[in-house]
């Protein structure tokens, strides 16, 4: 069953898609295991199985599914469906769960059209992500990831240890951030992940990201664009080059990303600034 539009991107250990299917009426359609979907649009009755056991039930706008090791078949829907599929890898969930003194059998739960707002707000994310491509894209994606592994393996862990999840609370020391800002500094105009900048410390990528966030008060993620930003007004005040330019030489990856961030940020465009200035 072919979506009428389809969206998929891949970063490190995960893989989201969107979609809008059109076909109604009767068909067997097998999700995949390990994943995780929500579903955008209402419907008063859809039919489906788990495990060859049907069910036809309403499905409330902004529903979540866990698909574990069960086999969850779509078998009948009366309209338009739109979603977001997510593929957590999980031997990055097992890491993640080790790193926390969790077991390392610890695996995703199976659930299905049940309501969570945290996982429909990443899902909402990486729709927008999909569809805008914005700045810093795999930072932004490793952001989310992190805090999606987190939320599954606080709330729906099968053969972790009884004890809730514990976060240490973390912070860098002067040193180890100068470390990180002067990397940030360095490589603007590169892309930029979690991943390499927790490799200097050494950290873990998510500890790293609670840490950098206690330490700042920022995120990763918004600290590099604060940063490009700044330093994309420096050069628009001290040269004459093009917007284009400037905006590739901090990080952005065109003009119409680069200008709608540097608005959000200054309140005017990157003309707007630079004919201030002057």
């Not at 873990?204 to 008060?217: C, D, L």
């Amino acid at each position: 069953m072919k979506p009428a539009f389809f969206l998929r991107k891949e970063w490190k250990d995960i893989a989201v898609e969107y979609g809008v299917m059109e076909a109604v009426g009767d068909f067997d359609f097998t999700m995949p295991k390990h994943a995780i979907s929500v579903a955008f649009v209402p419907h008063d009755r859809v039919t489906w199985s788990v495990d060859g056991l049907k069910q036809t039930t309403p499905l409330p706008a902004g529903s979540a599914f866990l698909y574990g090791e069960h086999e969850f078949v779509w078998h009948n829907r009366e309209k338009t469906s739109e979603y977001v599929t997510i593929y957590l890898e999980p031997e990055f969930l097992r890491h993640t769960a080790i790193e926390n003194e969790l077991s390392a059998e610890t695996k995703l739960a199976h659930r299905v059209i049940f309501p969570d707002s945290t996982i429909v707000q990443v899902a909402h994310l990486f729709k927008s992500e999909l569809l805008n491509e914005g700045l810093g894209g795999a930072l932004f994606a490793e952001s989310l990831k992190n805090l999606l592994a987190v939320h599954l393996l606080r709330q729906y862990c099968e053969s972790a240890p009884a004890k809730k999840l514990v976060i240490p609370r973390l912070a860098l020391d002067a040193v180890k951030l100068k470390q990180v800002q002067d990397y940030i500094e360095e490589h603007l105009a590169e892309e930029i992940v979690i991943e390499d900048m927790a490799a200097l410390i050494p950290m873990s990528q998510f500890h790293f990201a609670r840490a950098f966030k206690a330490t700042t008060g920022e995120s990763p993620y918004k600290y590099l664009t604060q940063r490009r930003i700044e330093q994309a007004k420096v050069l628009l005040h001290m040269t004459k080059l093009p917007v284009a330019e400037v905006a590739y030489r901090v990080g952005f990856s065109n003009q119409s990303h680069f200008t709608a961030h540097f608005r959000k940020v200054t309140g005017v465009a990157p003309k707007v600034y630079r004919s201030q200035c002057s």
